[in-house]
C-alpha cells in the first residue's frame, strides 16, 4: 500500500488512542507515527514511498557496478579504466550535464555501457522536499535529456541522496524506471582516501552487489578510486554485470 493510506490511518488510529486514553498517551503516539513516514525519506533502501532494487538475483561472485554524479572531467579516464579491467558499469547522470555534453552520452553506449536517470538537476539540499510538480519535473526532464544522445530512454532511476519523497512514486512509474539503490558504498563523493574508500566497499561486496560509485567529486581523485575499486574486485574473484536496458 502506498505512504498515502498508511499515513492516513495510522492519524486515525493515534486520534482514537488521543480519545480513549488522553494526551499522555496520544501525544506520543502521535510524535511516533510522524517519525514513522519522515524517516523513510531518508533511508535510502527503505521503500516506503517506491519500491527499490538494493540487490541482483544473482548466484554467481558477480557485481553491478555503478558511477554517479557525470558526466565529467573524470568520465573519459573511468572509462579507459573500465575498459582495462574488461568492466561493466552504469552511468547515472544528471540531466543537465549531460545535455552540455551529449558526445559522452553516446560514448557510454558505444563502449557497451548503461545510462541511468539521476534527476535533472541534482538539488541535492532539497530533493527530499520536492513537491509533485518538481519532482516530476526532475525526473522527467532527465529522462528527455538523456534518451536522445543515449539512443534510448533509461530504464533505471537513483535519487539523488537516496532520498525519497511520496512525490517519487508517480514520475517513476509514467516514464517507466524502476528505483535503484547500492548494498556497498565507500561515501567516495566526500571521502578522496582510496583505502577508507575501499575498505567500506569490501565490506559490502557479496554476489549481487550494487556498488555505488562517484564521479566528478570535489577532492579530484574519483578516477583513482574507480580504477582501484575495479582493482578490488578483480583480487576479490567478481566480475561486473549490468542488467538489459
Known amino acids: 500500500m502506498p505512504g498515502w493510506p498508511w499515513l492516513a490511518l495510522s492519524q486515525l488510529a493515534v486520534a482514537l488512542l488521543w480519545w480513549r486514553l488522553g494526551w499522555s498517551w496520544g501525544l506520543p503516539a502521535l510524535l511516533l507515527s510522524h517519525l514513522a513516514f519522515v524517516l523513510p525519506v531518508f533511508m535510502p533502501r527503505a521503500t516506503v514511498y517506491a519500491p527499490a532494487l538494493a540487490r541482483l538475483p544473482v548466484a554467481e561472485r558477480a557485481v553491478w557496478l555503478t558511477i554517479d554524479d557525470g558526466p565529467s572531467a573524470d568520465t573519459a579516464a573511468i572509462l579507459d579504466a573500465l575498459e582495462r579491467h574488461g568492466a561493466r558499469a552504469t552511468f547515472w547522470w544528471v540531466g543537465e550535464r ?22 535533472q538537476t541534482h538539488p541535492s539540499a532539497r530533493f527530499w522536499a520536492l513537491g509533485p510538480q518538481a519532482m516530476a519535473a526532475e525526473v522527467g526532464q532527465a529522462q528527455q535529456a538523456l534518451a536522445g544522445p543515449a539512443g534510448a530512454p533509461p530504464r533505471w532511476f537513483r535519487s539523488v541522496v537516496g532520498h525519497t519523497n511520496p512525490f517519487l512514486a508517480a514520475p517513476l512509474r509514467e516514464h517507466g524506471l524502476a528505483r535503484v539503490v547500492w548494498g556497498a558504498r565507500g561515501y567516495d563523493a566526500v571521502d578522496g582516501d582510496p583505502v577508507r574508500v575501499l575498505q567500506r566497499i569490501g565490506r559490502g ?7 555505488l560509485l562517484h564521479e566528478g567529486a570535489a577532492h579530484g581523485r574519483s578516477a583513482e578510486i574507480v580504477e582501484a575499486a575495479l582493482c578490488l574486485l578483480d583480487e ?3 566480475a561486473t554485470l549490468e542488467p538489459p536496458q
Open 98 to 119: 549531460a545535455r552540455a555534453r551529449p558526445d559522452l552520452v553516446a560514448e557510454i553506449r558505444r563502449r557497451g555501457h548503461g545510462i541511468g536517470n539521476h534527476s
Open 236 to 238: 576479490r574473484g567478481f
Open 205 to 211: 561486496l557479496q554476489p549481487g552487489a550494487i556498488v
